[in-house]
């Protein structure tokens, strides 16, 4: 028997952006209280929380009264060291686990997990200097992207490479840090699955939608995806699989292409709420953030069906000063982040856009 954590439980959440705010504000929905644990004095998921610590993630005195604080830790990016939820698990539950943390904050190790599951990626090459990188773009051929090995996210860390004369150049400009070369892909479409796995080994999943991005950067997500339904079927048993292999207890969001042949590629994933699950708060029963709650608590997963399809639009740097149009828009739900600082690249909030009824797969 799994053990439920009842409510008046406190979940621990390291990271304090605007996915540990939403996940606050769907456990409090629960009757849960959250404590927040990050770098940062002022920070979105601080302005929600129950409770909070502000201290480096390297500051393990700090790091043990925080895990003595909750009954169980999750987090929101995978940028926290795993050497801190290590520390938390000396006598605290971590969902998802320090190993799914591992797998997914290193793309090496993240691609060869995906390959060993016996699922294709784009062809890629480990990198560490610059004659590995010459031999790694004979494995990919060009053009290709190279990809520091830890510390991206939204297109940072990134270079693209369209022929040998720019190779050295593209190793200075990631910092010369080890990466990943990895084959430039000519997709379809760029789609993506979540999928929730609960204590009791339960596994729901979300419809498959379509993402577009702009300068590496999600622009829109479209709720249900158009790919075929059989493309949208696989898509959906490879997010399965993945959470499965994890043994994952929380969230799991896979990033994948579609080729023109119809097949899928995986890209990426992560083992947490996600930008592209934005659209479920509006469109679904149980959202994104109440499901990932409801998992690392030991709760029953909810029903992850939608009751409208949607289009999710980020806000991003000054796209948030057409907050008030938005606000008056019929049809339109908005969310702010509340981030005092509205920068170029920066995620400021989003707008999801509701049609009924849903539409088939």
């Not at 494995?139 to 090995?149: D, H, Q, S, V």
């Not at 400009?173 to 993506?192: H, M, P, T, Y």
């Not at 947490?272 to 029953?300: K, M, Y």
Request: net charge negative.
């Amino acid at each position: 028997m799994t053990r439920v954590l009842a409510p008046g439980a406190t979940i621990g959440i390291l990271g304090s952006g605007q996915l540990g705010r939403m996940t606050a504000m769907a456990a409090a929905e629960l009757g849960y209280r959250c404590h927040v644990f990050s770098p940062e004095e002022n920070a979105p998921a601080k302005e929600i929380a129950a409770s909070c610590t502000t201290a480096p993630y390297s500051d393990i005195a700090a790091v043990r009264a925080f895990a003595g604080a909750v009954d169980v830790a999750t987090f929101e990016f995978e940028n926290v060291p795993a050497s801190t939820l290590s520390a938390i698990f000396e006598t605290t539950p971590v969902r998802p686990s320090v190993r799914a943390l591992q797998i997914s904050q290193e793309r090496a190790v993240e691609k060869a997990f995906v390959n060993g599951l016996g699922i294709a990626t784009p062809r890629w090459a480990k990198v560490s200097s610059p004659s590995s990188l010459v031999a790694a773009s004979a494995e990919t051929g060009f053009p290709a992207i190279l990809k520091t090995a830890r510390f991206g996210y939204d297109g940072k860390g990134q270079v693209r490479i369209d022929s040998p004369a720019d190779l050295i150049d593209a190793w200075h400009q990631i910092g010369e840090r080890e990466a990943i070369l990895e084959s430039l892909v000519e997709f379809e479409r760029e789609i993506s699955v979540i999928a929730a796995r609960g204590l009791d080994s339960e596994v729901a999943t979300y419809a498959a939608v379509d993402n577009v991005h702009r300068d590496g950067i999600l622009h829109t997500t479209t709720a249900p995806s158009a790919a075929a339904p059989d493309v949208a079927a696989a898509t959906d048993g490879i997010a399965r699989r993945i959470a499965e292999a994890l043994d994952l207890v929380g969230l799991v969001a896979v990033e994948m292409f579609v080729v023109p042949d119809g097949s899928v590629l995986v890209n990426e994933i992560a083992p947490r709420p996600h930008n592209s699950g934005h659209w479920t708060i509006d469109a679904c029963a149980v959202s994104q953030f109440e499901q990932f709650v409801r998992a690392v608590t030991g709760l029953p997963l909810g029903d992850p069906a939608r009751h409208s399809d949607a289009t999710m639009t980020n806000l991003i740097g000054r796209d948030v000063e057409s907050w008030e149009a938005i606000a008056g828009e019929k049809g339109a739900c908005l969310h702010l982040y509340g981030k005092a600082e509205t920068r170029a690249g920066r995620k400021m909030g989003h707008v999801t856009r509701l049609s009924r009824p849903p539409s088939s797969p």
